[in-house]
């Protein structure tokens, strides 16, 4: 599991550090000689939007955003996005695994609430709580 790790202010929403994540994601892959060309990305409803799906397009990555019909009435275009999304749905399904991870992490108090005022500092602590999520995956629980 790769976790770009990009820190903002309090009132950034997600979609605004998407394309920074995406970019840091793919440098991160490239220095480690990963080709992520073929894997799919999956996001949740709230990144749907054709902006975001080209940059994921762009990077030869395969979008498994679910859909976001909030704003369609138009039942074909409902019907369109939602046949779609069943060819990738097995794949989203497996966004829970990731998901579950991140929120082992917050088990650590220190990241819960950023109480760090260096983004350095916070970044450093983010990273000791993903090692140590991966060690217990690999090692088991006695630490």
Known sequence: MLVPSIVASVNVHDTALFPL?????????????????GIPLTLDSGFDGEKNIVLIKE????????PNLRNTKDKIIIQERTEAFEKVKATYILRHTIERSFAWEDKYRKLVIRYE????????????????????SVFGKSL
């Open 21 to 37: 994540s995406l970019s840091t994601l793919c440098a991160t892959a490239h220095r480690l000689n990963l080709d992520l060309e």
């Open 59 to 66: 990077a030869c990555m395969i979008p498994v955003i679910k």
């Open 117 to 136: 005022r260096l983004e350095v500092t916070f970044k450093g602590f983010r990273y000791l709580a993903s090692a140590m999520v991966n060690y217990r």
